[in-house]
């Protein structure tokens, strides 16, 4: 089975290649809206649109000509790629079966698209990491037109690779490779267990085994930057030079924690497919989440509210893509992973005989003791208990 994996990395050009790339950029936003403006006038007109064919050979003539020659300077494949991405847009926009919103123009410094290199072949890499004197050096990426650009190399790329993406964001150029991995077609997972997994309040995701993931430390540490730093520009005056930087300043903060967060994701999602074979979790909607947050009036904990708004911070914005990282890990290893609708998990018994729900039953926001039957147990955990138990009734044959 042949699966197509992503790897990105932060670039560092020197001034001269940044300049080429935005000016590349500009050169794939002016080829974007030109050809959009085209196709537009043509539908207006009631002309049929131009083919990819046309648009290309539309593409060489202004590489060609006088007034549209400063086109040359940019590379011609991401060229193209813009005109069959702009025709892929427009198909989607008139595909019955998956509306897309009809293209629009692209204005400087938003929307930018990445520059994309579809053919591998234009792509070298230089992963030496010792000069032949042995000091260390960076690896370097060959991007035509460009030249060895220098980047940071944070992972092992595997695989074929297929294309590479230069981006910009939040004031740092990136790199993507698109490899492609031959896999061993799956696959029966080497364990045969089954979890669930919840949502904690006072931890981050609990595990019906009794494990927990915690809100690294980090993070607080970045939320409090951010709150200092806006604190800053709002004592700014707005739009002036300084209120400038400061935006670009706290846009390159939220990049680093977004960054440091998908990894955190990355790492948990890991552990959890390599150690179970079926996964459940709560279908629970944010605004659930929010409400239990908030905690109960008989127990407003300070410490247990500040870590359960941390985690909400976390989850909020990390839920999904930690489910779809644990989706595709468990895919690769053989695994499963269910959602399941599981309400009132953390009020519920988990003692299968018992199953009393109540309010009482949660103690604190850490502990849970069943008022019926007097089973304890770390109230996150009952939670994830709960989840598997209502995805083994809706999905599998064993009893817990
Ligand atoms: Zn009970």
Not at 4 to 32: H, I, N
Not at 109 to 115: H, K, S
Not at 118 to 138: H, M, S, Y
């Amino acid at each position: 089975m042949e699966i197509l994996k992503a790897f990105r990395f932060r670039l560092e050009p020197t001034d001269e290649q940044a300049r080429k790339f935005s000016r590349y950029q500009g050169c794939m936003r002016f080829v974007w809206n030109k050809a959009l403006a085209l196709q537009k006038g043509r539908l207006d007109a009631g002309y049929p649109l131009l083919t990819y064919g046309e648009l290309a050979k539309l593409l060489t003539l202004w590489r060609h000509s006088e007034e549209y020659g400063f086109l040359a300077v940019a590379p011609e494949h991401p060229l193209q790629w813009t005109l069959k991405f702009l025709m892929q847009s427009i198909a989607a926009a008139f595909d019955p079966a998956n509306q897309g919103r009809f293209p629009t123009f692209k204005k400087k410094n938003r929307d930018e698209a990445g520059l994309r290199y579809p053919d591998a072949k234009q792509i070298k890499l230089d992963l030496l990491t010792k000069d032949k004197d042995g000091r260390n050096v960076f690896p370097k990426v060959f991007v035509p037109k460009i030249g060895w650009v220098k980047f940071r190399k944070s992972r092992t790329i595997d695989g074929t690779m297929k294309n590479a993406t230069v981006t910009w964001h939040a004031g740092h150029w990136y790199i993507s490779f698109q490899t492609e991995i031959e896999v061993p077609d799956p696959v029966v997972h080497p364990s045969t267990s089954e979890v669930g997994i919840d949502r904690g309040v006072v931890h981050l995701l609990a595990l019906s085994d009794g494990s927990f993931f915690d809100a690294p430390g980090w993070f607080r540490r970045y939320e409090a930057k951010v709150a200092w730093e806006m604190r800053k520009l709002s004592r700014m005056r707005k739009f002036s030079k300084h209120w400038h930087k400061q935006v670009a300043r706290i846009g390159r903060l939220h990049a680093h924690i977004a960054n440091a967060r998908r990894d955190f994701l990355h790492k948990a999602s890991t552990t959890i497919s390599q150690t179970h074979a079926m996964v459940f979790v709560e279908n629970l909607s944010v605004k659930n989440m929010t409400k239990s947050a908030k905690g109960t009036k008989e127990n407003p904990g300070r410490n247990v509210r500040a870590k359960s708004g941390l985690n909400k911070a976390i989850l909020d914005q990390g839920w999904s893509m930690f489910q779809t990282f644990l989706t595709y890990k468990l895919d690769w290893s053989g695994g499963r992973l269910e959602e399941v609708p599981a309400p009132y998990t953390s009020l519920t018994c988990p003692v299968p005989e018992c199953g009393h729900k109540s309010k009482a039953n949660r103690v604190s926001q850490s502990k849970f003791q069943c008022e019926k039957c007097g089973f304890a147990e770390n109230a996150d955990t009952v939670g994830a208990t709960n989840v598997l138990r209502a995805g083994l009734a809706q999905f599998a044959c064993s009893p817990v």
